[in-house]
């Protein structure tokens, strides 16, 4: 990974708010596995040191992210191995990260760009952005808790239509149905998402944290769907119809 392709700033010139930005935008911010392995370390660091009060994702303009590197799914598929891709442990770190987490999405959010935003406690979504999980397409299926937590938040209706049926959710349609916390002008996502984060970053943390705690749950749950959508996740991976579907991407 070139070093830059997550930036990370914080805690100490940001008053306690560590900002992981997804910046690959030649990609469309596409993430590959070493950039998966940078944010587990970022969110451990998160969760053990107490100057951390909030954690924001943040993209580039116009691009979240596009999910995860088609080329890493292609080889991964390939390979004979069956420990966890570095995307897994991401997902796992996400559902464990003890301080309130922002996102400020503009633009694609595609797949993990998608549902990362699950884990969030409060996200900001500019009017252009669209949401999107073709899983089904690449003939994969939802992860990161995504079939626990999609539901639970939205509907059965409206988590099958962006899970399963792959339709994409502009950014008004996230508002009603619950996945976002607010929409505003692209120019506006940053500086909103950092103010809700210097807000909760100023509120007593031991009070904050009892009650994120008593709204998310324990992330057992969680942990255990996202063993569950992974063991069908992987061997997906490894199917004919996931690898035609990689491909033909990669020959476009
Ligand atoms: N993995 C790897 N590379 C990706 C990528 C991904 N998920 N998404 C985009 N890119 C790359 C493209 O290959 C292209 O690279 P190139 O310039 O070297 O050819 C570059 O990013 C720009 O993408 P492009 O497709 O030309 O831009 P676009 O505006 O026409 O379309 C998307 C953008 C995101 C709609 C389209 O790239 C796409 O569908 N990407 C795949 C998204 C996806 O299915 N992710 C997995 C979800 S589980």
């Known amino acids: 990974m070139q ?4 930036l990370v700033e914080g805690p100490e010139d940001t008053s306690g708010i560590l900002i992981i930005r997804f910046n690959r935008p030649e990609k ?16 451990n660091f998160a969760n053990e040191d107490d100057s951390v009060r909030v954690v924001v994702f943040l993209g580039t303009e116009g691009c979240f992210s596009a999910g995860n590197d088609m080329a890493d799914f292609l080889n ?26 922002v996102s400020g999405v503009d633009g694609l959010a595609i ?33 990161a808790a995504s ?20 339709e994409g959710f502009s950014a008004k349609q996230a508002l009603e149905a619950g996945l976002i916390w607010k929409m505003t002008e692209p120019e506006n996502v940053e500086a909103e998402s950092l103010e809700i984060a210097r807000k909760l970053a100023s509120k007593p943390p031991r009070a904050l944290r009892i009650a994120r705690d008593l709204l998310r749950g324990s992330p057992v749950e969680k942990l255990q769907r996202m063993d569950e959508e992974f063991a069908h996740f992987s061997a997906q991976l490894k199917s004919a119809e996931a690898r035609a579907a990689f491909e033909a991407f990669m020959r476009r």
Request: charged content about 20%; hydrophobic content about 45%; aromatic content about 8%.
């Open 3 to 6: 070093d830059n392709h997550i």
């Open 28 to 43: 469309k911010n596409a993430i590959t596995q070493a950039m998966y392995r940078r944010m587990v370390k970022t969110l």
């Open 111 to 143: 797949g993990i760009g998608t549902t990362l935003n699950l884990h969030c406690d409060m996200t900001i979504a500019s009017s252009r952005t669209q949401f999107k999980t073709p899983f089904v397409d690449l003939a994969l299926v939802p992860e």
């Open 76 to 101: 991964y598929g390939m390979a004979q191995t069956s420990e966890p891709p570095a995307g897994f442990e991401f997902i796992k770190a996400l559902a464990d990260v003890k301080k309130p987490m």
């Open 147 to 166: 079939s626990l937590l999609a539901p639970r938040v939205m509907g059965h209706q409206r988590a099958f239509a962006l899970l399963a049926a792959g």
